[in-house]
């Protein structure tokens, strides 16, 4: 099975949880525990990959959506995400929390994510953690292509407003619907 597929059933499972009080809970009680919690292993065993490399990043994606399993918008990277904190940037603290994330070794990431997914739940904003969990599988990477990644999304021109098109009605390019009369 590709790990793209895998990590889709997984996630898949978590979102069925989503009114599940009692299981989100169990799955709370991971945060902090690189490994999750025995009480976590019902949800997040059954699609362990074969790397057992990976498997901290299962059990740190299940205690996530705990923390926060608002619907996210598909496909949206965790750079695009994090900038919905603040649109149009115009707070420091937003990029410099972002920067503290792109810049945590493996071994910190969950705390800076923990962080990240409590601050977007409290603004009411859900994580795609299909893309989430690949990215995570893939930051250790020497290039930092999930970082570069996240960070061209962040960091990307801001989305200008359109100007409006608006017509303005001159004697020249008015249409003639009456001619007068001398």
């Keep these: ?33 690189d490994h999750g919690v025995v009480e976590m292993y019902p949800y997040v065993v059954p699609f362990l990959p074969d790397k057992a490399y990976e498997a901290r990043w299962y059990f740190l994606i299940a205690a996530l959506f705990g923390l926060n399993h608002l619907p996210p918008r598909a496909g949206e990277s965790f750079g695009k995400t994090f900038l919905r904190l603040d649109p149009k940037r115009e707070t420091e603290s937003t990029a ?27 603004r009411e904003i859900g994580v795609d953690y299909k893309k989430l969990l690949l990215d995570l599988t893939g930051w250790h990477h020497p290039e930092k292509r999930v970082q570069l990644r996240w960070a061209k999304d962040f960091w990307s021109p801001l989305d200008e407003p359109e100007p409006e098109a608006t017509e303005s009605v001159t004697a020249s390019t008015r249409p003639i619907l009456f001619q007068d009369h001398p």
């Design 1 to 33: 099975m590709m790990m793209t597929d895998q990590i889709h059933r997984f996630v898949d499972k978590l979102e069925s949880l989503r009114e599940d009080r009692a299981a989100l809970a169990r799955l709370r009680r991971g945060l902090g525990h």
């Design 96 to 122: 410099k929390r972002f920067q503290a994330l792109l810049n945590a070794h493996e071994d910190d990431l969950g705390s800076h994510l923990r962080h990240a997914v409590s601050l977007l739940k409290s």
